[in-house]
């Protein structure tokens, strides 16, 4: 069962803004769209956005999401120390009946 | 308060058992799918397997296939892995998550270690 595609590291400066990518097939990130999630070192997983560009209640408004196709991004504008984390997409994938992750990226807030 | 509790995990022998459960309050536990994920130790997130609200439809990762079983009791508002023929290659954090087509809320994680 193929995962989705992350790349292993992004890094950005304070108060600048990181876009994270997440690529798929037509199965499942073009197809269901993907969530993003939110971990930090030591603590389980946190949603950030669902069906693209969905935010629960409590994220920041400066975390945003959008798919083009078989690729779904976050971008996280204003960057804050506490952004720092590991973030991974998921996404269910229709045609296998099994949920995928990302490998995770991991965003360092230099 | 919404809240998922983890347990039952711990040190256990290649081939071995083990039976985790997740403890759910604060939500009606019967309307929602629920899932596990796990992460080995400095790695990233593995789904493991889902199960409908009623029970009634099961999904498994294949690398679990044949060997773990989801399940629930909803009366009891308690999701269940049962792991049988343990590998060295389960070790990991194990997670359930509420399914309402993306995992909204998280338990703690509870670790199994499998190790002679």
């Known amino acids: 069962q193929a995962g989705l595609t992350q790349p292993p590291s992004v890094s950005k400066g304070l108060r600048q803004t990181a876009t994270l990518t997440c690529t798929g097939n037509?199965?499942?990130?073009?197809?269901?769209?993907a969530a993003w999630l939110q971990q930090h070192q030591g603590h389980p997983p946190k949603l950030l956005s669902y069906?693209?560009?969905n935010r629960p209640s409590g994220i920041s408004e400066r975390l945003s999401a959008s798919r083009s196709g078989n690729t779904v991004s976050l971008t996280i504008t204003g960057l804050q120390p506490e952004d720092e984390a590991d973030y991974y997409c998921?996404?269910?994938?229709?045609?296998?009946?099994?949920?995928?992750f990302g490998g995770g990226t991991k965003l360092t807030v230099l | 308060e919404v809240q998922l509790l983890e347990s039952g995990g711990g040190l256990v022998q290649p081939g071995g058992s083990l039976r985790l459960s997740c403890a759910a309050s604060?939500?009606?536990?019967?309307?929602?799918?629920m899932t596990w994920v796990r992460q080995a130790p400095g790695k990233g997130l593995e789904w493991v397997s889902s199960?409908?609200?009623?029970?009634?439809?099961?999904f498994y990762a294949d690398s679990v296939k044949g060997r773990f079983t989801i399940s629930r009791d909803n009366s009891k508002n308690t999701l269940y892995l049962q792991m049988k023929s343990l590998r060295a290659e389960d070790t990991a954090v194990y997670y359930c998550?509420?399914?309402?087509?993306?995992?909204?809320?998280w338990g703690q994680g509870t670790m199994v270690t499998v190790s002679s």
């Open positions: 199960i409908s609200d009623s029970g009634g439809n099961t």
């Open positions: 998921s996404a269910w994938d229709s045609s296998l009946s099994v949920w995928v």
């Open positions: 998550a509420q399914d309402t087509g993306a995992f909204d809320i």
């Open positions: 037509s199965n499942n990130v073009g197809n269901q769209g």
């Open positions: 069906r693209n560009n």
């Open positions: 604060g939500f009606t536990f019967s309307n929602y799918a």
